[in-house]
C-alpha cells in the first residue's frame, strides 16, 4: 500500500518532510502564501497546490503532516482527524496542553494514528542510547543531564518564534519540548516539576532560556537547559546509571558531528571501559522517523512520540510558566543596547 500525502505548511520543515517521504507519495501541499505551495508542489510529479481546509477533506490523501506555525498546529490537526486522515504534527502540537487535549480526543475516538515530531528519537545517537538503556547496560538510571541550544541569527527576536500568540511560548517550549521528551523516554514520567525561564539577551516577550528540574516518584532527576543564547549551538545529553553512563553530543550540522559515548563503570571503579560512535553525514531522523510512522499505520499501532507524548511534555511546561508568571518582561532591552553600544 502507497501512503498518499498532504502537506500543510511549506516552510523549511514542510521541505524536508517532503524529502524524508520515502515510497510514500506527495499529492497535495497547502500553505499560506499559495506561491510557497505552487513552488513546493512543482517538484512533485502529480503534486497540486490547494488550501488547506480542501486538503485535509481530499479523498485521495490518506495522510496529512501539519508544518505551520505553533497557532496552527492543533487546529489543523483536529480538522484532519476529523475527516479520518493520519497526522504527523511538528512538536510541539500545540501551543498548550489545553489546546492539545481535543485533539488526543479526537484521534481516540476516530482511531487514525497521530505522530508527533519528535525526530530526535530517531537520531542515531540518542536511538542506540535508548537501546542501551533498555538493555540494562548501565544499570539503573539516576539522573540526566541535558543542554541544548543555538545563538539565534539577526532578527531573531522579530520572527514568529519571538510573539508569544503565534508560539505560545519561548525557548522553552520550542528546543525544550525535545529535552523534555527525551527525559520522558528515557526515565518515565515525572511528579514533581520546576523551573525557570528569563529572557537574558533577545528583545521580545517570551524567554530565550529555561531551566528545568524534573523529579520522578522513584527519586530520578532530569536536569535540563534549553537556550538561544547558545554563543556555539549545542547539544549535549547524558544518562547516568548505576554502572554506567552514555553521552550524545552533537545532531550533525552545526551542532557538530553527532557521538555517542558509552562509559562502563569496571567493578574495580576508576577510569570507566569507554566506546564511542560516531554518526558523520545526512541528518536521516526525518526519514527514519516517517518510516516508523508509516508501519504504525499499516500495522494499527501507537507511535514512539504521540499525541500522550506531546501532553505530556507540554503540561510540564504549562506548571514552568506558571511558576514563572511575566518572567519574559527582563533586561533583554538592555542587553541589546549594550551590544549595539
Not at 7 to 13: H, K
Amino acid at each position: 500500500m502507497t501512503l498518499r500525502v498532504g502537506i500543510v505548511g511549506c516552510g523549511l520543515i514542510g521541505h524536508k518532510r517532503a524529502r524524508a517521504l520515502g515510497t510514500a507519495q506527495l499529492v497535495a501541499v497547502a500553505d499560506t502564501q499559495l506561491a510557497r505551495a505552487q513552488a513546493l508542489a512543482a517538484q512533485y510529479p502529480g503534486c497540486h497546490a490547494l488550501d488547506w481546509q480542501a486538503l485535509v477533506t481530499q479523498a485521495d490523501v490518506d495522510v496529512v503532516i501539519v508544518a505551520t506555525t505553533n497557532n496552527a498546529l492543533a487546529a489543523v490537526t483536529l480538522e484532519a482527524i476529523q475527516h479520518g486522515k493520519h497526522v504527523l504534527v511538528e512538536k510541539p502540537a500545540a501551543r498548550s496542553a489545553a489546546e492539545l487535549r481535543p485533539v488526543v480526543e479526537a484521534a481516540e475516538r476516530q482511531g487514525v494514528v497521530v505522530k508527533v515530531g519528535f525526530n530526535h528519537r530517531f537520531h542515531p545517537g540518542p536511538a542506540r542510547a535508548w537501546e542501551l538503556v533498555r538493555s540494562g547496560a548501565i544499570g539503573p538510571v539516576l539522573y540526566v543531564r541535558a543542554r541544548y541550544g543555538h545563538g539565534g541569527r539577526p532578527g531573531y527576536d522579530r520572527e514568529w518564534r519571538a510573539d508569544p500568540v503565534l508560539a505560545g511560548g519561548g525557548e522553552l517550549l520550542d528546543q525544550g519540548v525535545h529535552l523534555i521528551d527525551l527525559a520522558r523516554w528515557y526515565v518515565g514520567d515525572f511528579s514533581e516539576v520546576t523551573g525557570f525561564t528569563h529572557t537574558y539577551f533577545w528583545d521580545m516577550p517570551v524567554e530565550d532560556n529555561g531551566f528545568i528540574s524534573l523529579r520522578s516518584a522513584r527519586g530520578q532527576l532530569a536536569w535540563l537547559h534549553a537556550s538561544c543564547t547558545e554563543w556555539k549551538n549545542l547539544f549535549c545529553f547524558e544518562i547516568f546509571g548505576r554502572t554506567g553512563k552514555v553521552q550524545i553530543d552533537g545532531l550533525g550540522g552545526s551542532y557538530g558531528v553527532e557521538r555517542l559515548s558509552f562509559y562502563r563503570m569496571l567493578p574495580q571503579m576508576g577510569p570507566p571501559e569507554t566506546t564511542i560512535w560516531e554518526f558523520p553525514g545526512e541528518d536521516l531522523s526525518w526519514k527514519h522517523e516517517f518510516a516508523h510512522f508509516e508501519s504504525c499505520i499499516l500495522e494499527q499501532r501507537r507511535p514512539s512520540g504521540n499525541l500522550q507524548d506531546a501532553l505530556a511534555a507540554l503540561e510540564i511546561i504549562q506548571r514552568i510558566y506558571e511558576q514563572n508568571p511575566g518572567a519574559a518582561t527582563s533586561s533583554a532591552g538592555e542587553s541589546q543596547r549594550r551590544m549595539a553600544s
